[in-house]
């Protein structure tokens, strides 16, 4: 099996340009132009990618997320959430890396088998950086009325979120 997955990646591109040559398309050339398309959007990017990577570490650096947190543990302990995994549900939607140490934090205050860490790893792997992907990508591609993406987006990271602590404290408790 092993074998198997470490010769799909070659396999599919000799697929695609076996392809492209029976079509008759000039594969190279088509490959170039693309490649200077993913440069150009990548350039574009980069003022959302900068504005939404600074509004991120003025929300952390202001105790705005300590405030939100100390405002929802109640209620998350109420409702039977683990309080230790709402700092993840709160930076996984604005930012992978940021929830990626907020993974990493959990990792070293409660041990990498602990409940906490796999409830927040299920987190991390159910949801999407939606706040981020609408910053950056809606905004190169200059779309403005977002306001059902961010709708749908969020809802979605929600049901995630629930589903993550669900699935995860129902098989491992």
Same mark, same amino acid.
């Given at each position: 099996?092993q074998q198997?997955?470490?010769? !799909? &990646?070659?396999?599919?591109?000799?697929l +695609?340009? %076996?392809?492209?040559? &029976?079509?008759? !398309?000039? *594969?190279?050339e088509e490959?170039?132009?693309?490649?200077?398309?993913?440069?150009? +959007?990548?350039?574009? !990017?980069?003022?959302?990618?900068?504005?939404?990577?600074?509004?991120?570490?003025?929300?952390?650096?202001?105790?705005?997320?300590?405030? &939100?947190?100390?405002?929802?543990?109640?209620?998350?302990?109420?409702?039977?959430?683990?309080?230790?995994?709402?700092?993840?549900?709160?930076?996984?939607?604005?930012?992978?890396?940021?929830?990626?140490? #907020?993974?990493?934090?959990? +990792?070293?205050?409660h041990?990498?088998? %602990?409940? &906490? *860490?796999?409830?927040?790893?299920?987190?991390?792997?159910?949801?999407?950086?939606?706040?981020?992907?609408?910053?950056?990508y809606?905004?190169? #591609?200059?779309?403005?009325?977002?306001?059902?993406?961010?709708?749908?987006?969020?809802?979605?990271?929600?049901?995630?979120f629930?589903?993550?602590?669900?699935?995860?404290?129902?098989?491992?408790?």
């Amino acid at each position: 099996m092993q074998q198997l997955t470490s010769l !799909i &990646i070659p396999l599919l591109i000799l697929l +695609i340009i %076996s392809y492209g040559l &029976i079509k008759r !398309i000039a *594969v190279y050339e088509e490959f170039v132009e693309g490649a200077k398309e993913g440069f150009t +959007i990548a350039v574009n !990017i980069i003022p959302y990618l900068v504005a939404m990577l600074f509004a991120i570490a003025i929300f952390r650096a202001s105790g705005a997320l300590d405030f &939100i947190l100390t405002l929802l543990t109640p209620l998350a302990t109420f409702l039977g959430f683990p309080a230790e995994v709402i700092p993840m549900g709160l930076m996984r939607p604005l930012t992978g890396s940021g929830s990626v140490g #907020v993974l990493a934090e959990l +990792i070293n205050t409660h041990g990498d088998d %602990s409940i &906490i *860490v796999k409830t927040a790893a299920v987190m991390f792997g159910s949801t999407e950086t939606t706040l981020y992907v609408l910053a950056v990508y809606f905004g190169a #591609v200059k779309i403005k009325n977002t306001a059902y993406a961010i709708q749908a987006g969020l809802i979605a990271d929600l049901a995630g979120f629930i589903a993550a602590v669900t699935v995860t404290w129902w098989y491992f408790s």
